[in-house]
């Protein structure tokens, strides 16, 4: 009996496989009233989701100098900008010894440094340093200073030079009668030739205009030194006693400030002008009492707005950590601050 059900049973299904499948039911033609329906739309992509900060972020800051005004409004403006956006910074200083640095930026990443920034402006140990970092997942941005595989935030410094150099014409036209014998440069070969355009576009202006030979723009090595500087200065003055349409440039107020000790100090206030870098304390307190009438050979300086500087710094940080596309090279503003605006430019800083 069991064998007659599964025998009754197999030719069942025999029977129903064999059998022709129902006809598809047609769709109904559209008529000229409805027209066919018009296939769904493809969903649209979806908006990407902007990239969140993944924590407080951890910046290293090596720095160069603890004690010159440049470097002291930078770190005040860093700080602070660290502190509103809730990152934490770790600051060391390295005084521009390639050795220190190295140990320095080694200490800031067992410290947990998402990010190194660097202000030493030194190219050749930056790019090894930027390199090694890379390789560790740490990316590394450094100030005013070109390193191969890093980001760069700072001065356009030939662009800084020439908008320098087109502010010393109308002094040089009417202290000097639009003439010039000497073009004198302060600078430090240390800091290299991105460095050296902040003179470079000074001199090339003024040498397009006043036909200044290139024998006489001269070049004094002072090595950052403000001591140097000054010395350097006065013995340029005493080798050159007939010499007295000056124009001196000092790669930085600093420098300014040290020609200014030397001018003031040989009697040459008449025979000199003097424009530097920067817009540090120094010149700006140079400026306000030479526009309250008291006469200087120091007239004008380039400002970086480096009070600016941290806040610029970390927005372009936070978009580095946080993955959003940056480009490797962003510039500060150039302002230039003299006796006729730097009331103005005083206040905007309160």
């Known amino acids: 009996m069991k ?17 022709p499948a129902a006809p598809d039911t047609p769709a109904a033609p559209a008529t000229p009233d409805e027209p066919a329906p018009a296939a769904p739309a493809e969903p649209a992509p979806a908006e990407p989701e902007p990239i969140e900060p993944s924590g407080v972020w951890n910046i290293g800051y090596s720095n160069m100098f603890e004690k010159e005004d440049f ?13 509103a956006a809730g990152y934490t910074i770790n600051v060391t200083y390295a005084d521009r010894d390639a050795i220190v640095m190295r ?28 390199s090694e970092l890379a390789e560790q997942g740490i990316p590394m941005l450094s100030i005013d200073s070109f390193y191969d595989g890093a980001y760069f935030f700072g001065v356009n410094n030939i662009e800084a030079g020439r908008i320098l150099g087109e502010a010393t014409i109308p002094f040089v036209e009417d202290k000097f009668d639009g003439e010039i014998e000497y073009i004198v440069n302060l600078y430090d070969a240390q800091s290299g030739l991105i460095i050296k355009q902040r003179n470079d576009g000074v001199v090339d202006v003024l040498q397009d205009k006043f036909g200044v030979p290139d024998e006489n723009v001269i070049w004094l090595d002072q090595r950052a030194d403000d001591v140097l ?3 350097m200065t006065r013995d340029w003055l005493h080798a050159n006693p007939n010499a007295s349409k000056v124009v ?26 003097i424009v530097s870098h920067n817009a540090d304390p120094s010149s700006v307190e140079n400026m306000l009492a030479a526009a309250d009438g008291n006469e200087s050979a120091w007239v004008a300086t380039a400002s970086y707005n480096a009070h600016r500087y941290g806040e610029q710094i970390i927005e ?7 993955g959003t596309q940056t480009a490797e090279s962003e510039y500060t503003v150039v302002t230039i601050v003299t006796a006729a605006n730097v009331k103005q430019y005083v206040s905007e800083l309160s």
């Open 3 to 19: 064998r007659l059900i599964v025998v009754i049973m197999a030719m069942m299904l025999l029977l129903a496989a064999c059998a």
């Open 71 to 83: 470097f002291i409004v930078v770190e005040a403006g860093l700080r602070k900008a660290v502190e």
């Open 103 to 130: 140990s320095n930026i080694e200490a800031l990443v067992l410290m947990g440094a998402d990010i190194i920034i660097d202000f030493n402006v030194l190219d050749d140990v930056g790019s090894i340093i930027a």
């Open 229 to 231: 500087t000054t010395t």
């Open 248 to 273: 001196f440039i000092g790669q930085n107020d600093d420098r300014g400030y040290a020609i200014n000790v030397a001018v003031e100090g040989e009697n040459r206030v008449a025979d000199s002008l």
């Open 316 to 322: 372009m940080v936070t978009r580095i950590l946080n």
